[in-house]
């Protein structure tokens, strides 16, 4: 905290901080990985894309510790992980 310079910041203003980016990611990468399981009418796959800036940035340290809650049949295509990557 004292990197980052701000005058009168505590534990206790970022700790909310950091629960909420790891939900809005956790949240963000469910849809993801869900969309890959999805077919549209015509066959293909509809592959959701996050609107978040900063998604990708955020999935190459966070993806190791976070985990999202998707029932224990999903199954992620090959051609989702490579839209991540």
Do not use: H
């Not at 980016?21 to 077919?39: C, F, H, P, T, W």
């Amino acid at each position: 905290m004292k990197q980052l310079n701000i005058p009168d910041l505590t534990q206790e203003d970022v700790k909310p901080k950091i629960k909420s980016i790891l939900i809005r990611y956790s949240s963000e990468l469910a849809k993801v990985l869900k969309s890959g399981k999805k077919k549209s009418v015509a066959g293909r796959d509809d592959i959701y894309i996050t609107k978040l800036f900063w998604f990708k940035q955020a999935d190459l340290f966070l993806r190791s510790v976070c985990t999202p809650r998707l029932s224990s049949s999903t199954k992620v295509s090959k051609q989702t992980l490579l839209l991540l990557g």
